[in-house]
Each structure stands twice: as C-alpha cells, then as structure tokens.
C-alpha cells in the first residue's frame, strides 16, 4: 500500500526535486487538518488512445480541507465514499453526502474542497480522465503544482 500524504507536500517534493517521501510523510503526519492522498489507479483508456483514467482517494480529518485549485485539461470526478464534503466549484456551493458526485470540467476552478463536518472524517474517489502525457493533475492556486503520479501503480495494478 502507498503512503498517504497531504496533497501540499506532494506537491512541494515534486516541485522541488528534494527530500523523499518519507521525510515529508514523518513531517505532515500530525497535521489534522490537512487532506490525505493516495493513488488507487492508474489505466490507460485503450479504446481513447492517448487517454488515462486516474484514481485517487482523498481523505479529510474532521475540519480539513484542500487549497483552492484546478486539474488542468483534466476532466473530475468527485464521488463521496465517507461523510460530507463541501465543494465550490466555478463559484457554485454544494455539499455532497454518501454516494452522491459532481464534476469539474477541464480548466474549472475548485474554489473550496472540504470536509463538511467538524466531527466526522469524509472520504472521495477523486476520479481524472487526463491526456497520458499530462504533467500535473493538479495546480493550487498559489502557482505550486502537483505532478501526475509516475510508478505508483502499474496499469495492471488496481486495488
């Protein structure tokens, strides 16, 4: 299993070149209200050549919450496994429940992604259908960007 990590500091290794994973992991940990990531998937669409389907579990502490930022020319899927989220997308609020999913159309900004509660953990599948030589899938607000995952599960490897 990969190790979960808040997005920023995936973020940060990547745009930076240094320090492992580990070293971000141990220095992150006890921030609770920070998101966590993990790469699920990773496919290539053969029937859309030149297309990937990526999927990433986010999870959010009671309270936690993702920076404001975009996915590119990455189409979004965010579908609700665990708890409420409170999402703004292109200047629309909604909040989400278990089982329920929005979209995010390629170059939307996703003003607000969080957890809807101050008790209860929540849990997304955060599904991407992004061109297989896309960079980063996501871009904060700030100007720091987070690359696509490389080697994180080979195309055979699902969960």
Known sequence: MMKKLPLMAISLIMLTGTGSMSQAHESTVSDT???TVEQEFRHEIPNVPGKVVTGLVVEYP?????????HGDSF????????SIRSRVDGE???????ESWTEDPGASHEVSENASETQPARILAIFISDTQQ?????MAQGVRQPAPKGGLDDAGAH
């Open 33 to 35: 209200t920070r998101e």
């Open 62 to 70: 009671p309270g936690a919450s993702t920076p404001a930022h975009m």
């Open 76 to 83: 979004v899927i965010g579908y609700v496994l665990e708890g």
């Open 93 to 99: 609020t909604n909040i989400y429940g278990v089982g």
């Open 135 to 139: 960079k980063e899938l996501v871009e």
